[in-house]
């Protein structure tokens, strides 16, 4: 995955550099764990209009990928075939209190699945559980009005 930064001007835009990003980082996963993408930025930054964009390439209806603030995970099976993954993971670790909270979920189990793909809004909270190789997307503010940067980079 080439790291960069991306400029978006609209929540269109960030849902389709987002399926750009993943669709490309899907397609040159190798790792025999699963594919863990933690998104960082402010409240309001787009994170889950990302994760939106990324889940409508796997088939996933954006009406069904809403914030899990509450829950903490959700689990959605990936529609599209071809793709060697069957479960696309959304986690929100913005109201947890440490990671051992999140692991408690079976965080760690999830990760070692090679067939799942895993956004986490909010990874900064836990980070001691983030694979290695976890694929990092931060979402700020561009210079101009309404615009976002969108950087990647490999853990």
Known sequence: MRKGIRYSRSVAETK??????ISRAAAEHSSPNALV????????A??????????AFFGIPQKNITSPTFALLKR????????????????DAYRIDNAREFASLGFGDITKDSESIVCVEWGERIRSLLPRNTLRISIGPGKKKNER??????R
């Open 16 to 21: 389709r550099i987002a399926r750009d990003i």
């Open 37 to 44: 993408i933690s998104i960082f930025g402010e409240l309001g």
């Open 46 to 55: 787009g994170k889950t209009s990302f994760v939106k964009g990324g889940a």
């Open 76 to 91: 959605h099976l990936i529609k599209r075939r071809g793709t060697g993954f069957r479960f696309f993971y959304h986690a």
């Open 149 to 154: 940067t969108i950087s990647v980079n490999r």
